[in-house]
């Protein structure tokens, strides 16, 4: 399979009801790469995945599945529910990107050096990823509560965060101690960042007064335990390796600032150690 093969399919999907996309997602330290299929004006925007071996044939028979199993009828219910709040309370969710990438569209509060916004997650999507953003447009339609809509985002957000090891994640056995821990089990995992318990408890698990935050993306968080960094790497260096991921492994539409975040858990405080663009990295 390659760049072009891949370039005639997407323009052969898009229509005046479909637009197709190339996407790269990165979870659980896995680099996915699939085709968005969007049905225009709907919300509903499922990712069929692929490999470098599948063929084309393949790949194409996959996406005109998914297209035939987003039916009219589930695409109507998903607009229907749109307008329930008890529906939407309960799958909304919160998202987080770079502030430079937050559409202007979107209802989002600033947090730290990231925009912060909120999803409701689409059941007509089989990936369950897709969704819309909550606009002011569709707030001041339906009438919801944009308290509420937070409210609502926050806890739905609050759960399914673990911390593992690195090694563990990426299936490789060392004898050697872990100093390097990755946030799993939600999309959007730098969304971890907005919740201080996490890297509480991190850092009482491991008798920690402070740990490093590396997003190296929006669905990538590594955690560095603060006696190993302060023994082996400057900020400096945490930021550039964040950097170097950033441009060797992430897709663009997921990258984050290259940036490190410490938690110290004396003051129960997150807060911006090092950014490169910022130029504010001490050695």
Known sequence: MNDMNLEKLLAELKTEKIDAS?????????????????????GVSPVVY????????ELYARVHRM??????????????????????????????????AADPSWISRDYLNLSVAMRVISEADLCKTAGI?????????????????????????????RVEPLSKVIGIDSDEPDFLYAVVGRE???TALLYKEIFR????????TCCYILPSSTEEVLIVSGREADA?????????????????????????EPCVYRFDSERDEISVECSIRGENCDE
């Open 188 to 190: 959007n995992a730098a």
């Open 201 to 208: 408890s991190f850092c009482e698990q491991h008798s920690e």
């Open 50 to 57: 692929y490999s470098q071996n599948d063929t084309m044939e």
């Open 232 to 256: 082996l790497l400057s900020v400096r260096e945490m930021a550039q390796l964040v950097l170097t991921i950033n441009t060797e492994q992430v897709a663009p539409e997921i990258q984050l």
């Open 67 to 100: 297209i035939a199993l987003a039916n009219p009828a589930e695409v109507d219910d998903w607009a229907k529910r749109l307008r329930d709040w008890d529906y939407v309370k309960e799958h909304v969710v919160l998202s987080i990107c770079r502030d430079d």
């Open 133 to 161: 953003y909550i606009t002011n447009a569709y707030v001041e339609e339906m009438g919801f509560s944009i308290g509420a809509l937070w409210n609502a985002a926050r806890e739905n957000s609050r759960d399914g965060y």
């Open 22 to 42: 190339q996407v790269t997602l990165v979870k659980d330290g896995v680099t996915c790469k699939g085709i968005r299929v969007s049905l225009r004006g709907t």
